[in-house]
């Protein structure tokens, strides 16, 4: 198996995983789970090949991606109450997928347009998308209304693995190279709180105050 297959396939199921465990936080039965770990780990990739428009989504060349959903949802179906923080465990699974899911949609954008831009561009959505679904889906907080860093780390991992690749670091490297600026940006956020500096003007009015 290749180094991008490898992450593709750590993407799926470690997004898989945050899903089932926002399942398991609102107490769901095995169906949720189910379809809750399934969306979360094949959105993000599926919202990029549609963009990209490249044919059959991934998915349904490598049905074995569903498979991974179905297996890392029954596994947390049953061992999920030994966590005794799943939110926070979420968060840090969240981080791990969004690492790998930014370089695998990064070279994939690089691999269908040739352009920078749209790699850098394809990484993040395909590193945001699914736990964004998740958590809309699921009720949970936002992680993208969290104070701390996200889309920027998924950013910084992208960005990498397209700089790295366009200047011919080969390709194992390359994947190196994103996936640890992203989950060492995103990890810093969760463990010492960095974040980008918030807007600080003036609130906008509520709409009952607009005339």
């Known amino acids: 198996m290749t180094i991008l297959g490898l992450l593709d396939y750590a993407g799926v199921a470690v997004f898989a995983a ?11 039965d095995v169906i949720s789970f189910l379809f809750l770990a399934a969306v979360t780990g094949i959105g993000g990739g599926t919202f990029r090949d549609v963009i ?3 044919g059959p989504v ?23 109450h030994l966590f005794e ?12 997928g969004m690492s790998a899911y930014s370089v695998m949609g990064a070279a994939k954008g690089l691999a269908a347009t040739g352009s920078p831009t749209v790699a850098v561009t394809t990484g993040v959505m395909t590193a945001t998308v699914g736990g964004i679904l998740r958590d809309l889906l ?30 011919g670091v080969p390709l194992q490297f ?38």
């Not at 945050?18 to 769901?28: D, F, P, V, Y």
């Not at 940006?185 to 005339?211: C, E, F, Q």
Request: positive net charge; proline residues 6%; charged residues 15%.
């Open 52 to 54: 990209l428009n490249s």
């Open 58 to 80: 991934f998915w349904v060349v490598k049905p074995t991606c569903l498979v991974v959903c179905i297996c890392v949802g029954l596994l947390f179906f049953f061992t999920a």
């Open 174 to 211: 390359a994947s190196a190279v994103g996936v640890l600026p992203a989950l060492v940006v995103r990890g810093g956020a969760l463990r010492y709180g960095w974040r980008i500096p918030a807007y600080k003007g003036r609130p906008g009015r509520h709409p009952d105050d607009v005339t």
């Open 18 to 28: 945050t899903g089932a465990l926002s399942a398991s936080r609102k107490q769901l």
């Open 85 to 96: 923080s799943r939110y926070r465990l979420l968060l840090w699974f969240d981080a791990m």
């Open 138 to 167: 699921a009720g949970e907080p936002s992680v993208l209304l969290r104070p701390e860093i996200y889309v920027t780390a998924a950013l910084a991992g992208a960005g990498a693995f397209t700089t790295a690749t366009i200047v």
